[in-house]
């Protein structure tokens, strides 16, 4: 007894010390995280600053040269007038410097060109006007010095490390295909606002690689703390991450921790035995190629996974007409000669339900290509389930009897009744 003991002791330290490594595991990543995240930020900061400073710098240095070139226009103009004039005043003076000093030939007419420059004299008695140095102004570059210091403060306040985590996954559930991924938020950040989430996987386990080489998809966007993330590759490990803000706000908070998961329970498929039906992507998809009369029905190729989820079947192609007895149905038995009896939920391409063979009040939209139904399952006990029923944002809910079961499987199929051709349904 004392050595069964100290085995089961020696498991739980064993467990313990995978469960340090993978805290290890998570810090290592979550800090090489955060340092190629700071220098991503600040190369783009440093890049965004030198844009900014360039783009300024021209732009001033422009202004300069236009108001340069506008200011030394009425100077310009007023230099050409004063050498117009001071090359007429040049020519004059030679004229009077030349009647200073008469030639013979010149005595004759002196008195004559005498008065000539006299007279030409007389128009210089006026300078010409100038502009004034206040009219000519200066060009000065003036700078705010206290901006380089408030920029210089903001960028030494640039960022900040966090070692809390705002959000955290918690734990997953396997679903055929599929995982259910929950998350909370550890601590309260004293924000009553509603908050919405941001939930991103990746194929792979990033801990064993570097941050940089993968790649992560958007998975979900909404106000629930837990998500379904579907098609997703059997017994592949998937890296999950979430972000949160308060609803209205423009940036989500920091990413939560990696947490890493796989599902290994197969996607739901339809049966292969019905030959009337063709079988495309792994199962999913069901074509409709015969008008046999006596194959009409197809049923799922397992029984209902034992958990709470959901079903989602998408119309991608549908004849023009159909009758009221064609759709989709959840059933308890596979040996049915119409799903309108007990023992069947069905619901036909008029959108209108009917459980254990009595139509219900409620009816959806009517079906057609592009359509999809969901059909959710929860538990309620070992012989009673819960399905909601929807499409087109309507729904209706209803108990639903089933056999007495225990096992990993719900004595449950999910069905499909087409009698002609022209029907391709996806279900996952």
């Given at each position: 007894e004392s050595l069964t003991t100290l085995g089961e002791w020696r498991d739980s330290l064993k467990q313990i010390l995978g469960d340090l490594a993978l805290l290890e595991k998570q810090l290592c990543h979550?800090?090489?995280?955060?340092?190629?995240?700071?220098?991503?930020?600040?190369?783009?900061?440093?890049?965004?600053?030198?844009?900014?400073?360039?783009?300024?710098?021209?732009?001033?240095?422009?202004?300069?040269?236009s108001s340069r070139t506008r200011s030394l226009a009425p100077l310009q103009r007023a230099r050409k007038q004063v050498e117009k004039e001071l090359s007429a005043a040049d020519t004059v003076y030679a004229e009077g410097r030349l009647l200073c000093h008469p030639s013979r030939d010149q005595d004759?007419?002196?008195?004559?060109?005498?008065?000539?420059f006299c007279s030409k004299v007389s128009d210089f008695e006026r300078l010409p006007e100038v502009p004034s140095s206040s009219d000519v102004g200066?060009?000065?570059?003036?700078?705010?010095?206290?901006?380089?210091?408030?920029?210089?403060?903001?960028?030494?306040?640039?960022?900040?490390?966090?070692?809390?985590?705002?959000?955290?996954v918690t734990h997953s559930e396997q679903l055929p295909g599929a995982l259910r991924v929950h998350w909370i938020e550890p601590e309260d950040d004293g924000v009553l606002d509603e908050k919405e989430y941001y939930l991103q996987h990746a194929l792979g386990n990033v801990f064993e690689g570097k941050v940089e080489d993968w790649k992560f998809h958007d998975a979900y966007h909404g106000l629930e703390t837990s998500a379904v993330v579907r098609a997703l590759p059997l017994g592949h490990e998937?890296?999950?991450?979430?972000?949160?803000?308060?609803v209205g706000a423009k940036t989500y908070s920091p990413w939560s921790p990696i947490f890493v998961a796989l599902t290994t329970i197969p996607h739901y498929r339809w049966d292969t035995r019905n030959h009337s039906y063709q079988l495309t992507d792994e199962g999913r998809i069901a074509t409709r190629m015969s008008a046999d009369a006596s194959s009409p029905f197809l049923?799922?190729?397992?029984?209902?996974?034992?958990?709470n989820h959901s079903l989602v079947f998408k119309f991608l192609?549908?004849?023009?007409?159909?009758?009221?007895d064609e759709g989709l149905a959840l059933v308890v038995a596979c040996k049915l000669d119409n799903f309108l009896q007990p023992g069947a939920i069905f619901v036909n391409m008029e959108g209108e339900i009917f459980v254990d063979g009595r139509q219900t009040t409620t009816q959806l939209p009517a079906l057609s290509k592009g359509s999809e139904l969901l059909l959710d399952l929860e538990l309620v006990s070992d012989d009673k389930i819960r399905v909601t029923v929807a499409s087109y944002e309507k729904q209706a809910t209803y108990d639903f009897a089933i056999p007495y079961s225990r096992g990993p499987q719900l004595p449950l199929k999910f069905a499909a009744f087409f009698k002609g051709k022209g029907w391709k349904i996806f279900v996952e």
């Open positions: 979550s800090s090489q995280a955060a340092e190629e995240e700071i220098k991503q930020q600040f190369a783009n900061l440093e890049q965004e600053l030198v844009s900014a400073l360039k783009q300024r710098c021209a732009t001033l240095t422009a202004e300069v040269a004759a007419h002196f008195s004559e060109k005498a008065q000539q200066t060009i000065v570059a003036s700078f705010d010095a206290s901006l380089v210091a408030r920029i210089s403060t903001g960028i030494l306040h640039y960022g900040s490390i966090c070692t809390m985590c705002p959000v955290l998937q890296s999950f991450r979430v972000a949160k803000r308060s049923f799922s190729r397992e029984l209902l996974f034992r958990t192609e549908t004849p023009e007409i159909w009758d009221d």
